[in-house]
């Protein structure tokens, strides 16, 4: 398998389709399509348990959808989602197999990485996390000085933090009465103060999440609760107080927690995957082991699905190709993800490093630089509140900004009619994005409102709207761990797509190692125990910061 770089005709045949698919199709308006095609909806709508997955406002045809189809086809998807769930070194730049999916295989099948079941050790970390969140939960294991540990912190940052924190608030309605849950990973001193400032040591517990065991931001929050507990309760409270998810069982024990009180993963569990496994530990206290093991069987339930439909009724190649669509032959290299949902307000976050971290690349598997654009630009937010912020962008700005909204049909607060309006909201704004109005239309209405002529001919652009605008409608029943589980696995399974389409390695994050590297170099000039040579603009800032700190 060539990339799609290389100059062989056969290898780009579906991509050259694509290419000409587009110059054909580019004006073509959804308002048409759908006023030619009454049954465009149904026949653009797949459905998974109670999940409803309408891409049927989108830009296409059905000669679209087959050459995109093609392409998957040609780009060997099928093979591939078998190598990654057959465990293959599919991570190629640091030859690790990829088996997120190992953590919530829900059947007895054995999955294996370099010759060896990885099943036993993971049903192994999973019931001693089933065995602590309970004694946690119902007050069995407790604080050093016997009081219940009802104070959660978690202390992570990007995959050991963003995950849990996204479903910790996702499920709040599930989380037990007496237990609060608290997240720090910003190595800002404000983020560690302000938690430790609420809480009393004699009943809280942290968890320090990190896969590595070395990243600065974790280790310099973990070393400061650390000392703030050991200042309250003495040097023994330590092992009552202090738990470890990590795969690198030197590290915790050099840190001065105790193994024992440690939750293993393993690193072919990438980051920004891994809150299926012991990273997900504060998820099980919050809401309950029997709730993480439902948010396991739906990712479980999209991992069957992703395996066994055939591409053209597969819901994550269908995301995957519609973002390929648009990024590759329509130049949008953005795109939005709309939650109507409350308790789904950081989902967008997760999903930036979900998707940024793992298609940012430049550089295909062949060792080639890349010649067409990868991973998009990922923001997003809660809707309603959203329509009033960037909205007006997705409506009337320049550039086409594909949506992704997600509401669920029942709320948890069934509030009056909070709800309906709130339903109503998402539809109309699919619906407005899709059709727009035109300046005619624009000019009509405004006459309709009894505006004088000149009036009607100032305003009658400015109120149009153009449509023809890209939404995926993702309705749900409500939001539960089994729903939100197979939301998250929708979304990391559509990442894999595209990045096997793109022929980059989705599993590496070396784009963030730069930073870190002169961080570590500028911290002595801060300090002032050091020099260091710098272009004029990084040194003039750093005399500016020491004149400003003196
Ligand atoms: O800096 C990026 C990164 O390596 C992420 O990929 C990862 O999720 C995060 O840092 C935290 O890493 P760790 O869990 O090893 O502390």
């Not at 679209?64 to 730049?93: C, Y």
């Not at 009943?203 to 065991?213: E, G, N």
């Not at 299926?276 to 709730?291: D, H, K, M, Q, T």
């Not at 939404?471 to 749900?476: D, E, G, H, R, W």
Request: hydrophobic share 40%; proline share 2%.
């Amino acid at each position: 398998m060539f990339g799609l770089n290389n100059k062989d005709k056969n290898n780009t045949k579906a991509w050259k389709k694509l290419q000409s698919e587009y110059k054909r199709f580019k004006k073509v308006e959804m308002r048409k399509l759908f006023a030619e095609d009454k049954n465009r909806a149904q026949k653009y709508t797949l459905h998974l348990n109670d999940l409803i997955f309408d891409y049927s406002k989108n830009r296409f045809d059905e000669k679209v959808l087959e050459s995109l189809l093609n392409l998957a086809a040609e780009r060997q998807l099928p093979q591939k989602i078998k190598e990654m769930f057959e465990g293959e070194k599919i991570n190629n730049t640091e030859h690790r197999s990829v088996l997120h999916i190992a953590l919530r295989n829900r059947s007895d099948r054995k999955i294996f990485s370099g010759g060896k079941d990885v099943m036993p050790q993971i049903n192994e970390t999973l019931a001693k996390m089933k065995k602590f969140s309970d004694a946690v939960r119902f007050g069995e294991f407790k604080g050093y000085t016997g009081k219940k540990l009802v104070n959660i912190v978690n202390i992570g940052i990007g995959g050991s933090d963003l995950g849990p924190f996204m479903v910790c608030e996702a499920l709040k309605r599930y989380w037990a009465k007496d237990i609060n849950c608290y997240f720090i990973s910003n190595i800002d001193g404000t983020a560690c103060a302000e938690v430790l400032n609420k809480l009393d040591p004699e009943t809280t517990l942290f968890i320090v999440a990190s896969k590595t065991f070395t990243t600065v931001e974790t280790l310099t929050n973990a070393k400061t609760c650390r000392k703030w507990l050991v200042n309250a309760l003495g040097e023994h409270a330590v092992d009552k107080h202090f738990v470890a998810l990590s795969t690198n069982k030197e590290e915790v024990t050099k840190f001065g927690i105790n193994p024992e009180n440690m939750f293993e993963f393993w690193d072919f569990v990438g980051g920004r995957y891994s809150l299926w496994s012991a990273i997900g530990l504060i998820v099980a206290i919050a809401v309950g082991f029997e709730n993480f093991e439902k948010l396991l069987e739906g990712a479980y339930a999209v991992d069957e699905h992703f395996r066994n439909s055939e591409l053209k009724d597969n819901i994550p190649v269908i995301m995957a190709l519609m973002g390929i669509w648009y990024n590759n032959f329509f130049n949008a290299h953005r795109y939005t993800v709309i939650p109507y949902d409350q308790y789904l307000q950081y989902l967008p976050s997760y999903l930036q490093q979900l998707d940024m971290e793992s298609n940012g690349k430049s550089v295909d598997k062949q060792n080639q630089f890349v010649n067409y654009a990868t991973g998009p630009a990922v923001f997003g937010g809660a809707g309603t509140n959203v329509q009033h912020s960037f909205f007006q962008l997705l409506h009337q700005g320049t550039e086409m900004v594909p949506v992704d909204f997600i509401v669920p049909a029942i709320s948890h607060n069934e509030i009056g009619n909070h709800h309906q309006i709130l339903l109503s909201n998402v539809l109309a704004q699919g619906e407005a994005l899709m059709r727009g109005k035109t300046v005619a239309e624009a000019a009509e209405e405004l006459r309709q409102a009894g505006k004088s002529k000149e009036e009607v001919e100032f305003l009658k652009k400015y109120k149009s709207f153009s449509g023809n605008r890209p939404s995926n409608t993702f309705l749900l029943k409500k939001i539960d761990a089994f729903s939100l589980g197979m939301l998250i696995a929708l979304y990391e399974h559509k990442v894999f797509v595209q990045g096997v389409i793109w022929n980059i390695n989705s599993f590496d994050q070396m784009g963030v190692e730069l930073g870190k590297q002169l961080a570590v170099k500028i911290l002595p000039e801060l300090e002032g125990t050091a020099y260091g040579e710098h272009d004029s603009s990084t040194s003039a800032l750093i005399k500016a910061i020491k004149l400003m700190r003196k």
